[in-house]
């Protein structure tokens, strides 16, 4: 008998409301919540968000592991992965909500909006001057899913866009660079840096100093800005918060930290020209992104291949 049972398995989120979206997407579907696995026998399917230590070594007939977010740092990290297929989210909705995040950070830092806030406060009528977009070079490092929309809508917008990857990519409007020996040119060209990275071994640590010191210091908005809403671990704060005093960063926008949630002593909190977000730049909604993954599990087991399946040598 194959196994078609799914286990969700979720470390903070609601499970409750990610088996109401399997149920409404397939009733005849067995479903568990983790750590009750009924038969375990019958469990095919894991949809997990870093689920605790010790899912898999029960799950002997599982076929396929669905990661509930974009990111799979939270599971190629680990040492007890069973040899299945992991699928990643690629998802129009998540795809939206990174779009408008990222969008809405350059944006607030090209038209100086928190300069106006404190503005506002000391009720003070001060115009500054306004580069236009095409003036300010804007820089994804990490031109996959998020990266290719985030960068169509900039480009929209007239900003002056490049990308950065691993390997080659091409995007209408977007200059392209990528690998080690381009990162540097790359960075001199950059007035805003948008990261989108995934977590992986090569990446870990990558926003750190001396990558900032190679930002261009010849932009429009008085000195680079950082914007990261890939993983906390590509960034190093202490670096940050000594970019920012000693004037190599002119501010940043951070979704994702080292720890999560952030701190409360994190000088991070307190600086005027830092905006914190709770990592909820693009989050994973049960309704939108479950019909998907039972379609994907239907087309499995019909024989069909999985889609966005990880690399795990890669780690993304
Ligand atoms: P993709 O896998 O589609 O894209 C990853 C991109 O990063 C690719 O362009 C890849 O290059 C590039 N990359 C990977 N490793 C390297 C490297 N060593 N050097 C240069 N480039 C590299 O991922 P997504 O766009 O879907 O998601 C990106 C990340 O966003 C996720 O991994 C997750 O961490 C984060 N995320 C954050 C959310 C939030 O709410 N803050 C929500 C969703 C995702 P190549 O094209 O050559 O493969
Ligand atoms: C994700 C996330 O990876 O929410 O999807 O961070």
Same mark, same amino acid.
């Given at each position: 008998?194959?196994? @078609?049972?799914?286990?969700?398995?979720?470390?903070?989120?609601?499970?409750?409301?990610?088996?109401?979206?399997?149920?409404?997407?397939?009733?005849?579907?067995?479903?568990?919540?983790?750590?009750?696995?009924?038969?375990?026998?019958?469990?095919?399917?894991?949809?997990?968000?870093?689920?605790?230590?010790?899912?898999?070594? #029960?799950? @002997?007939?599982?076929?396929?592991?669905?990661?509930?977010?974009?990111?799979?740092? /939270?599971?190629?990290?680990?040492?007890?992965?069973?040899?299945?297929?992991?699928?990643?989210?690629?998802?129009?909705?998540?795809?939206?909500?990174?779009?408008?995040?990222?969008?809405?950070?350059?944006?607030? /830092? /090209?038209?100086?909006?928190?300069?106006?806030?404190?503005?506002?406060?000391?009720?003070?009528?001060?115009?500054?001057?306004?580069?236009?977009?095409?003036?300010? #070079?804007?820089?994804?490092?990490?031109?996959?899913?998020?990266?290719?929309?985030?960068?169509?809508?900039?480009?929209?917008?007239?900003?002056?866009?490049?990308?950065?990857? #691993?390997?080659?990519?091409?995007?209408?409007?977007?200059?392209?660079?990528?690998?080690?020996?381009?990162?540097?040119?790359?960075? $001199?060209?950059?007035?805003?840096?948008?990261?989108? &990275?995934?977590?992986?071994?090569?990446?870990?640590?990558?926003?750190?100093?001396?990558?900032?010191?190679?930002?261009?210091?010849?932009?429009?908005?008085?000195?680079?800005? &950082?914007?990261?809403?890939?993983?906390?671990?590509?960034?190093?704060? $202490?670096?940050?918060?000594?970019?920012?005093?000693?004037?190599?960063?002119?501010?940043?926008?951070?979704?994702?930290?080292?720890? +999560?949630?952030?701190?409360? +002593?994190?000088?991070?909190?307190? @600086?005027?020209?830092?905006?914190?977000?709770?990592?909820?730049?693009?989050?994973?909604? $049960?309704?939108?992104?479950?019909?998907?993954?039972?379609?994907?599990? $239907?087309?499995?087991?019909?024989?069909?291949?999985?889609?966005?399946?990880?690399? @795990?040598?890669?780690?993304?």
């Amino acid at each position: 008998m194959t196994a @078609r049972g799914i286990v969700i398995a979720i470390g903070e989120w609601n499970a409750h409301e990610w088996a109401d979206a399997v149920h409404a997407a397939d009733p005849s579907r067995r479903l568990w919540l983790w750590p009750d696995v009924g038969d375990a026998a019958d469990i095919g399917y894991a949809l997990v968000w870093r689920p605790p230590a010790g899912v898999f070594a #029960r799950l @002997r007939n599982l076929r396929a592991v669905f990661s509930l977010g974009a990111g799979v740092d /939270h599971l190629v990290f680990r040492d007890d992965l069973p040899d299945v297929p992991i699928v990643r989210v690629v998802d129009a909705d998540l795809t939206q909500r990174m779009v408008e995040w990222v969008v809405l950070q350059v944006l607030m /830092h /090209h038209r100086r909006q928190r300069t106006y806030d404190a503005q506002q406060r000391a009720r003070q009528w001060h115009e500054l001057e306004q580069p236009a977009a095409r003036e300010v #070079r804007v820089g994804i490092m990490g031109m996959g899913v998020l990266g290719r929309a985030a960068a169509a809508v900039l480009v929209g917008l007239g900003f002056d866009v490049a990308g950065w990857s #691993r390997r080659p990519s091409t995007a209408p409007g977007v200059r392209d660079f990528h690998g080690a020996a381009e990162l540097g040119a790359f960075l $001199a060209r950059t007035d805003i840096l948008v990261s989108l &990275l995934p977590l992986t071994r090569e990446t870990r640590g990558i926003l750190n100093m001396g990558l900032l010191r190679q930002l261009a210091r010849d932009g429009k908005l008085g000195g680079p800005v &950082l914007i990261n809403a890939g993983r906390g671990g590509l960034q190093v704060e $202490a670096d940050i918060v000594a970019a920012l005093h000693a004037g190599v960063l002119a501010g940043a926008s951070l979704d994702v930290f080292e720890t +999560e949630p952030l701190p409360a +002593e994190s000088p991070l909190w307190g @600086r005027e020209d830092v905006v914190i977000t709770p990592h909820c730049a693009a989050a994973s909604t $049960a309704v939108a992104l479950v019909p998907g993954m039972m379609r994907q599990i $239907a087309t499995f087991e019909a024989g069909g291949a999985l889609a966005n399946v990880v690399d @795990r040598g890669a780690g993304y």
